[in-house]
C-alpha cells in the first residue's frame, strides 16, 4: 500500500481511538481514506504516534480562503475539474442543509491539501438547536457501468460495523441511495450515520455523520442532526453537478482512475472455503451482498473464530499499482517489508492488540498477500460475532493456516 494510503488510514484508526480529535483534523483524516478505496484498515500499533502527527498535521492542512469556483474545465492533473475551491464546496454543503447553525466550516477544493490530486470534500459542525454534530462530506468516481456489486451500493456488513438499519433506494435513473444507520462502538460510543449516491455517470458522494463534535466522546445528543431523507436530499441534489464535468466520469487522469470491482462474496466464501485446513467447518450466515469482501464462522479443534476475506483486483492505474508493490517490497513506515514466497508473493502477518499503544492481549490477527499479478488478499481473524466488539483467546486459525489462505493462487485473476 502506498505511504500516503497507509498514513491516511493510521490516521484515521488512530483519530477513531483517541479521545476528541478536533473536527477539522477529522475531516483532513477522512479526505485521505479515499486514497484506500476498498482497501484494508492499516495497523493501529503506533496509533499514539499518528495522533500527534494528525495534530501537527492539522495546521497545516486546514483550508484557508478560497477564490470563487470559477470555471470547471477538466484539470491536467487529478481528473477533477479546474476551478473547484474549498468555498464551493463548503457552500454548496450548507446550502442544502435545514436551517441552523453552522462552525468549523472548511472545505478542499482541486488540488487543495498536503496531497495534490485527492477529491475535493467539505467538513461542518451543524447544529439544529439540539445540539451540534459533525457532517463530512467527501466524493469519489466508480467505474461504470454501475451495478449491485459496485462498492457502496450495499448497506454495510454488520459483521464488520454493526448497525441499527439501512435503506436502499433505486433511483429511477439507475442510481443508488444507501443510508446506513451504524451503531455506537466501544471506545468511541458515537452513533454514525452515512448516505453513500452513486450514480449513474459513476458519481460517488457520501455525507457522514456523528451525535458529537468530534467522533469520540462527549455525545452532543442522541442522534446525529440529519434525518435519513435529509441526508439523501443533501447526496443526491444537482448542486454537486460542476464537480462532474462532462467527460470527468469516464476520463479520469492517471493516478485516479475508478478502482476496478471486486468479486462477489458468493465467490469469495467458496474461494476461502476451499482453502479452509481439513476438518474445519465454515458457516457464512446469511446473504452477504458486500463486494470484494465477505465473512464466514469458522470452527477447528473446537475453537470458533470469525474471518473476514478481502480480495482487491489490481488497480486500474499502473502508477498506482507500482507504488503498491514498492510499499511491499520495501516498507512503508507503518508495516516493515514483506516477506516473499517462492512464487513472489509479498506476505505481512500483523497482530492487532486491544490498546492503541500496542499493549493489551491480541484481538485480530491478519496476514495480507500481494501476489505476482498485484492482487490483494487480507485475510483478517477474530473471535466474536463482529470486528469492533473482538475479544481475547486463542483462535480458530494459526497465522500459518491464514497465511496458507491468503497465498493461495485462485486468487489471481
Same mark, same amino acid.
Given at each position: 500500500?502506498?505511504?500516503?494510503? &497507509? ?16 473536527? %477539522? ?7 485521505? @481514506?479515499?486514497?484506500?478505496? &476498498? =482497501? ?81 470534500? %467539505? ?17 469519489? @468516481?466508480?467505474?461504470? *457501468? ?44 458515537? =452513533? ?53 464535468? *462532462? ?19 458468493? &465467490? ?42 478481502r480480495a482487491d483486483p489490481r ?7 507500482a507504488r503498491v508493490r514498492q ?6 513506515g507503518v508495516d516493515p517489508a ?11 502477518? @500483523? ?9 493489551? *492481549?491480541?484481538? =485480530? ?25 473482538? =475479544? ?17 493462487? *485462485?486468487?489471481?485473476?
Amino acid at each position: 500500500m502506498p505511504l500516503d494510503d &497507509r498514513f491516511a488510514a493510521l490516521l484515521h484508526d488512530a483519530a477513531e481511538l483517541a479521545p476528541d480529535p478536533p473536527a %477539522a483534523e477529522l475531516a483532513a483524516s477522512a479526505r485521505r @481514506r479515499h486514497l484506500r478505496a &476498498r =482497501r484494508r484498515r492499516t495497523a493501529v500499533v503506533a496509533a499514539a504516534t499518528a495522533v500527534v502527527a494528525l495534530t501537527a498535521l492539522g495546521t497545516r492542512l486546514l483550508p484557508g480562503a478560497d477564490p470563487g469556483p470559477g470555471s470547471t474545465r477538466l484539470a491536467p492533473s487529478g481528473g477533477w475539474p479546474e476551478g473547484i475551491t474549498g468555498t464551493f464546496m463548503t457552500d454548496t454543503l450548507v446550502s442544502l442543509l435545514p436551517p441552523g447553525q453552522i462552525t468549523a466550516a472548511g472545505g478542499y477544493g482541486t488540488n487543495d491539501g498536503a496531497v495534490p490530486g485527492l477529491p475535493p470534500s %467539505a467538513h461542518l459542525l451543524y447544529d439544529d438547536g439540539q445540539g451540534a454534530g459533525m457532517v463530512t462530506l467527501s466524493v469519489d @468516481r466508480v467505474a461504470l *457501468p454501475i451495478s449491485e456489486t459496485t462498492a457502496g451500493t450495499q448497506c454495510a456488513d454488520p459483521v464488520e460495523s454493526p448497525t441499527e438499519g439501512c435503506e436502499r433506494t433505486v433511483l429511477p435513473d439507475g442510481g443508488i441511495v444507501v443510508v446506513d444507520r451504524l451503531a455506537p462502538v466501544e471506545p468511541m460510543k458515537v =452513533r454514525k450515520w452515512q448516505a453513500t449516491y452513486t450514480g449513474p455517470d459513476g458519481r460517488r458522494l457520501q455525507i457522514w455523520e456523528v451525535n458529537a463534535t468530534s467522533y469520540g466522546p462527549p455525545l452532543s445528543r442522541p442522534n446525529p442532526p440529519l434525518t435519513p431523507q435529509q441526508l439523501t436530499a443533501a447526496v443526491t441534489s444537482n448542486a454537486w453537478d460542476p464537480l462532474f464535468a *462532462p467527460g470527468a466520469a469516464t476520463t479520469p487522469a492517471p493516478g485516479n482512475s475508478p478502482e476496478p470491482s471486486g468479486p462477489s462474496a458468493d &465467490r469469495i466464501i467458496a474461494t476461502a472455503r476451499a482453502l479452509l485446513p481439513p476438518g474445519t467447518l465454515a458457516d457464512p450466515g446469511a446473504t452477504q451482498h458486500t463486494t470484494g469482501r465477505a465473512h464466514l464462522s469458522v470452527t477447528l479443534d473446537g475453537r470458533t473464530s470469525m474471518l473476514s476475506v478481502r480480495a482487491d483486483p489490481r488497480r486500474a492505474d499502473a502508477a498506482s499499482a507500482a507504488r503498491v508493490r514498492q510499499a511491499y517490497e520495501h516498507g512503508d513506515g507503518v508495516d516493515p517489508a514483506a516477506a516473499r514466497t517462492p512464487d513472489g508473493t509479498l506476505v505481512q502477518v @500483523r497482530q492487532l492488540h486491544a490498546s492503541k499503544s500496542g499493549d493489551g *492481549p491480541v484481538l =485480530r490477527w491478519i496476514v495480507t498477500a500481494l501476489h505476482p499479478d498485484d492482487t490483494e488478499v487480507t485475510v483478517a481473524e477474530w473471535n466474536g460475532t463482529d470486528e469492533p466488539n473482538a =475479544r481475547p483467546g486463542t483462535p480458530a486459525l494459526t497465522t500459518e493456516q491464514l497465511t496458507a489462505i491468503a497465498v493461495a493462487a *485462485p486468487w489471481r485473476h
